[in-house]
């Protein structure tokens, strides 16, 4: 089959284009930045598409000459989200009638039975509802939370767990939730493609067992060779409540922390396993809720983790000011140099291995308080860690940046994402030295929003010889202690 895969920097499209292709498609991968699939191990296997699900003219352009569309879009941390892909999916609905394609594969959340929907879960509904009524026979499959290396549903139970060994929970942790390894979700969505016949209808898909999310933090305790974790429910916290504290304490944004804790709220039990009339069941069966943690956790230590779910909340890139395609205000510049007998090559691993666990190389507890005055204030925070531990590649997020340029081995560029009164960057960069050694160049800039930027920028300058000299001087002094070691 032709398949267009709409989501494909995402958390699931990410995993998905490599089983496509596994099991003998053709695909083509549809991004609003082409450059954030520059890096991913199936580029060259595939045919890269720019286009936005809210401009009908690029859609169609995208879908023209395909047999199957993978809608995996929704803009939930985007403000009036539910109008947005309210739009976009009434576009796609009337552009694959134009184009002719024969089938819509939409990944939606499980509807509760009762009680007012979140929301989040209203959206996702409506989206299925909308392709459903159109034209092209569209298969929707609906899942509650999806267990796997990298996806917020599994990162705010982990951090959750192990975090807290002692927990005061809302009364909604006793509420039912039938939650479904990643892998069964692609495997249900694999075989949406050639599931026999014109079916347009819906399909909830989940594990093999029904827990409350009480039970999954201490089956994970278990799992993950915790001591047992005391847990007290009481009736007071509200969602919202709820919802910072996940902000706080795990890697997960208030921005999707918020409509995560609103959906379970609901119970979110499958009616019936209808979806195996149409696609067979995984050889072997369903996983189970504890082997599906096992095979997370597995990905997480061997750092084998392909797609995370901040992979798809990054913005569209801005022009870098200072480069030839910047026009505009203010720009406020921190430059440092460093000469160093290091290699280059390893100079370079220092500086793609930089955050997360590496951390920042100066001033650790600069860096932290910083980094909890912006979850505090709903931002990214330190804690979304790295997917990889040595390698980064273009779109993916790295503690509060985001991965905007890898020239491997000379540059990487980095955009800020925490919460400032403007726009910042952080460039490095490797280059040898004529006489030996290597040169390190190291940028910061910013672009002030208004008087408070620029009172900002004033503020925190007289911090940046201990900030931005220090990690300069680290950087090196690591590169070069490396390059002695082994001989280089």
């Not at 993978?70 to 803009?75: A, C, F, I, K």
């Not at 509420?175 to 050639?194: C, E, K, S």
């Not at 540059?411 to 040169?439: F, N």
Request: hydrophobic fraction near 45%; proline fraction near 6%.
């Amino acid at each position: 089959m032709r398949c267009v895969v709409f989501g494909s920097t995402g958390y699931l499209g990410g995993r998905l284009i490599p089983g496509l292709l596994t099991a003998g498609h053709q695909v083509r991968a549809v991004a609003r930045n082409p450059a954030k699939l520059s890096g991913v191990p199936w580029r060259d296997q595939v045919e890269i598409v720019r286009a936005d699900v809210t401009d009908a003219e690029s859609v169609a352009a995208a879908m023209r000459g395909q047999d199957v569309v993978y809608y995996l879009v929704h803009s939930l941390t985007q403000r009036g989200f539910a109008d947005i892909d309210r739009a976009a999916a009434h576009i796609v609905a009337d552009v694959a009638e134009v184009v002719g394609v024969s089938r819509i594969v939409y990944l939606g959340g499980i509807v509760p039975e009762s009680g007012t929907l979140s929301a989040h879960l209203a959206s996702r509904s409506e989206v299925g509802r909308i392709l459903r009524e159109g034209a092209v026979p569209t298969l929707e499959l609906r899942a509650a939370v999806i267990l796997g290396s990298g996806s917020a549903s599994f990162e705010m139970l982990r951090y959750l767990t192990e975090n807290l060994p002692v927990m005061v929970t809302p009364r909604w942790v006793r509420n039912r939730i039938q939650p479904i390894a990643v892998a069964d979700v692609l495997h249900y969505l694999l075989g949406a493609a050639t599931a026999p016949g014109e079916i347009n209808a819906a399909y909830d898909i989940g594990g093999p067992e029904v827990l409350t999310y009480l039970d999954m933090m201490r089956r994970y305790a278990a799992v993950a060779g915790l001591r047992k974790r005391v847990i007290f429910v009481v009736p007071v916290l509200t969602p919202w409540l709820s919802a910072q504290w996940v902000n706080l304490v795990t890697p997960v944004p208030r921005a999707i922390a918020v409509p995560l804790v609103e959906s379970l709220v609901h119970e979110v039990v499958c009616r019936d396993h209808s979806v195996s009339e149409i696609i067979p069941d995984p050889e072997g069966g369903l996983t189970p809720y504890d082997r599906a943690i096992e095979l997370a956790l597995a990905h997480v230590r061997d750092a084998d983790v392909p797609t995370r779910w901040s992979d798809a909340t990054g913005g569209p890139s801005a022009p870098m000011p200072l480069d030839p395609t910047w026009s505009g205000g203010s720009v406020y510049t921190d430059v440092r140099t460093e000469r160093t007998d290091a290699d280059p090559q390893v100079l370079w691993d220092v500086v793609e291995s930089i955050g997360g666990e590496s951390g920042w190389y100066s001033f650790p507890l600069a860096w932290s308080i910083r980094g909890w005055i912006d979850r505090l204030s709903g931002g990214a925070g330190l804690r979304r860690g790295r997917r990889d531990p040595r390698r980064l590649r273009v779109g993916e997020a790295l503690d509060w940046w985001r991965v905007e340029r890898v020239d491997r081995p000379r540059l990487l560029r980095l955009r800020a994402e925490m919460r400032l009164p403007g726009q910042a960057w952080l460039e490095l960069s490797v280059r040898p030295d004529e006489g030996g050694g290597a040169v390190y160049h190291q940028r910061a800039v910013f672009v002030p929003k208004g008087f408070a930027g620029h009172l900002y920028w004033k503020a925190v300058a007289p911090f940046h010889t201990l900030v931005f000299g220090g990690m300069a001087r680290n950087i090196t002094g690591t590169a070069q202690r490396r390059t002695a070691g082994t001989g280089a």
